[in-house]
């Protein structure tokens, strides 16, 4: 793993930015996987800025979200979707048919997590995966575990996670569903490309035990060191466990 330490936020989300705008620059129908959370917040301002001034063009890429809530209706605002249209998908001029999400209203989600893997193949696979990660390491809706599940599939929710989405839902823990659709593993580690994004002082164990410590289902981030191409970028809050190894 490569991994980027910058000052704050800020040039952390500058970063993973350019590395968007510079690959639909190269490759016009980039397939893109995208996070939710506060994490990326930034960096979905900056691309709308970048796209304002001109600086990007989203005709052809084509996006795949890493996980939605299961059991939410559409349109309900603490949806991921709702969330990618309010930060990015309602001021850029992505295609809406190029835009992919697992259903979480799905009825038969095992059918519906098999459609998702086929339209991330037939798309050609994903270019370049952005990534957040949980206080406990995991990416998507993968928590930690005896095992983990290579392909897209419905997670269930640890309660930390579960606390950690609640301003989504005026702070009420007890409204956050249990599971979600999730991107597995596998469907992350078969992107050609991958950049991590990590903030805060709260991040900074994750990261440690990422990047320095075993391979492990434990800590699911982990499994990234077996990926040829991920870029790691850090504040230096995330990458205060990280000070005796740079
Ligand atoms: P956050 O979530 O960006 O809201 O911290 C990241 C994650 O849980 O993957």
Request: include cysteine.
């Amino acid at each position: 793993m490569r991994v980027r330490i910058v000052k704050d936020e800020e040039a952390a989300a500058r970063v993973v930015a350019a590395r968007v705008t510079t690959a639909l620059a190269a490759k016009p129908a980039t397939v893109l996987g995208l996070p939710t959370g506060r994490t990326p917040v930034r960096l979905y301002a900056l691309l709308r800025q970048a796209f304002a001034a001109g600086r990007v063009d989203f005709a052809k890429a084509v996006t795949f979200n890493l996980d939605e809530f299961a059991g939410l209706p559409a349109g309900h605002p603490a949806t991921y979707r709702a969330f990618m249209e309010a930060h990015l998908f309602d001021h850029v001029n992505l295609a809406p048919r190029r835009i992919h999400f697992l259903d979480g209203m799905a009825k038969d989600p095992v059918a519906e997590c098999v459609r998702y893997e086929k339209a991330i193949a037939r798309a050609g696979g994903i270019d370049l995966q952005i990534l957040g990660i949980g206080a406990n390491a995991h990416i998507g809706f993968n928590e930690p575990g005896a095992g983990l599940v290579a392909d897209s599939h419905l997670a269930r929710l640890e309660p930390g996670t579960r606390r950690s989405n609640a301003d989504l839902f005026d702070g009420n823990v007890k409204a956050v569903p249990r599971e979600a659709l999730s991107m597995g593993v596998g469907t992350i580690l078969r992107s050609r490309s991958i950049v991590l994004l990590a903030t805060g002082v709260g991040k900074a164990n994750a990261i440690g035990a990422t990047v320095l410590g075993p391979v492990t289902t434990r800590v699911p981030a982990s499994l990234l060191q077996l990926h040829g191409d991920v870029e790691v970028v850090l504040d230096e809050a995330a990458a205060s466990k990280l000070a005796m190894a740079v």
